[in-house]
T-cell receptor, first 114, second 114 residues
């Protein structure tokens, strides 16, 4: 079946621009996570959505980062006024309900800030 | 709070030799433990997981791991390495019974020598 789909796969933009990254989770998965993977910091949690509950935003590094999940499915991660330190691979994962269920990851969006 | 330590950022083995990737965790509550593999320019693929029950878990591609509570370890092994096993491997922990995010180790790059 279809896995987690992320778009675009690569994004190059100039410092100061806004970017939007999209994630389509696996159908039926109620939980959705965003992570950031960078050379110096490894894999970092950003934000978590579960059903209709308020998202856990505790991992967002600054107020330039925001995310939404519409209709309990597609999610968009937005970075405003991008900085060079935002360059990283942004990974999305989704999971069935049940805390013992594993997270399934997309291939990520590689973001490069010039 | 949780943390994961992966000993050895780089491990090299000969084709056909035993693969042993080390993972130790710290958790104030019972953990769920996972191993993921990442190939270049791809997302993370689940190899295996431990949630409850048998402490020796088998995963895909001939890998297995054993949860040892007394040693707070979850080492990954494979009896005979194959060239296709060359990749980066991540150990991750989450809180049992919680839907919270995964905490990842820093990863181990496995090289398989011919």
């Amino acid at each position: 079946g279809a896995g987690v789909s992320q778009s675009p796969s690569n994004k190059v933009t100039e410092k100061g621009k806004d970017v939007e990254l999209r994630c389509d989770p696996i159908s039926g998965h109620t939980a959705l996570y965003w992570y950031r993977q960078s050379l110096g910091q490894g894999l970092e949690f950003l934000i978590y959505f579960q059903g209709n509950s308020a998202p856990d935003k505790s991992g967002l590094p600054s107020d330039r980062f925001s995310a939404e999940r519409t209709g309990g499915s597609v999610s968009t991660l937005t970075i405003q006024r991008t900085q060079q330190e935002d360059s990283a691979v942004y990974l999305c994962a989704s999971r069935l309900s049940g805390s013992n269920q594993p997270q399934h990851f997309g291939d990520g969006t590689r973001l490069s800030i010039l | 709070a949780q943390s994961v330590t992966q000993l050895g950022s780089h491990v090299s083995v000969s084709e056909g030799a035993l693969v042993l990737l080390r993972c130790n965790y710290s958790s104030s509550v019972p953990p769920y433990l996972f191993w993921y593999v990442q190939y270049p320019n791809q997302g993370l693929q689940l190899l295996l997981k431990y949630t409850t029950g048998a402490t020796l878990v088998k995963g895909i591609n001939g890998f297995e791991a054993e949860f040892k509570k007394s040693e707070t370890s979850f080492h990954l092994t494979k009896p005979s390495a194959h060239m296709s096993d060359a990749a980066e491997y991540f150990c991750a922990v989450s809180e049992a019974g919680s839907a919270r995010q995964l905490t990842f180790g820093s990863g181990t790059q496995l090289t398989v020598l011919p």
